[in-house]
């Protein structure tokens, strides 16, 4: 799965990491998504292509963003929300018939133990921070 972009989309150029998890909603075949990246876009679509040849995996690639800003981030996750908000409910079952919601939630699943906390950050970093935190993940992934 990937996104369907205009062919002038900016963000073509954008690092894009791969995400593969389990294809089903089994629950046999519970395990941790496996993210990998950064890759070009053209790179990261044939190796999740090579990857789920002949797999039972579902792959998503999606760009990184990159931001500096809280505020962009912020806007992101606003259209995502406001992307979200515009599909018409008929568009999803209310409840398909393996008890999952239109989210894909598990209705018999307690999920008490799927809450992770993040620990709390020493501070916020400076745009400039964060650039040379790009700028050192660049340099050891291109060592």
């Not at 789920?52 to 990184?64: F, I, K, N, S």
Request: charged content about 30%.
């Amino acid at each position: 799965m990937t996104l369907d972009l205009p062919d002038d989309s900016p963000a073509y150029d954008l690092p894009w990491i791969i995400t593969f998890g389990p294809a089903s909603d089994d629950e046999d075949e519970v395990w941790e998504p496996v993210v990998c990246g950064p890759y070009s876009r053209e790179h990261a679509l044939a190796v999740a292509n090579a990857v789920v040849t002949d797999e039972e995996l579902l792959a998503v690639v999606e760009p990184l963003q990159p931001h500096t800003e809280i505020d962009g981030i912020k806007a992101e996750i606003a259209k995502a929300r406001e992307l979200a908000a515009s599909y018409d409910d008929e568009d999803f079952a209310e409840d398909d018939h393996e008890g999952h919601d239109h989210e894909g939630h598990d209705h018999d699943h307690d999920h008490d133990d799927d809450h992770h906390v993040l620990p709390e950050p020493s501070a916020l970093p400076t745009a400039a921070e964060l650039k040379a935190g790009f700028t050192a993940i660049a340099a050891r992934l291109s060592a």
